[in-house]
Nanobody
């Protein structure tokens, strides 16, 4: 069984910083792309950032220059460093990862974390 567990959300003031973590565990052979998404109340889930297995990154325009995605392949963990936070960054943040299971190396499946709340107060 593979699962993603997020941590690091919380309440922060305007202009503050937070670091989110997402650890993948279980019978994992390899992890391809990893990413972060967010969903604000009444809105659709949107892409925040992605990172490939080789470290190439992609960001939503709304977070460029403020957020940094990274990963530690040895720990099967990805991170999202968030700085200069704004009230519009308030949302539930979800991590995901494209994982090849050790028991079935022919398929890549996308797994999601349970979500962590980030609230930015003004």
């Amino acid at each position: 069984q593979v699962q993603l567990v997020e941590s690091g959300g919380g309440l922060v003031q305007l202009g503050g910083s937070l670091m989110l973590s997402c650890a993948a565990s279980g019978s994992i052979f390899s992890i391809n792309a990893m990413g972060w998404y967010r969903q604000a109340p009444g809105k659709q889930r949107e892409l925040v950032a992605t990172i490939t297995s080789s470290g190439r990154t992609n960001y939503a325009d709304s977070v460029k220059g403020r957020f940094t995605i990274s990963r530690d392949n040895a720990k099967n963990t990805e991170y999202l460093q968030m700085k200069s936070l704004k009230p519009e960054d308030t949302a539930v943040y979800f991590c995901n990862a494209d994982i090849v299971k050790a028991s079935d190396r022919y398929y890549v499946n996308t797994y999601w974390g349970q979500g962590t709340q980030v609230t930015v107060s003004s």
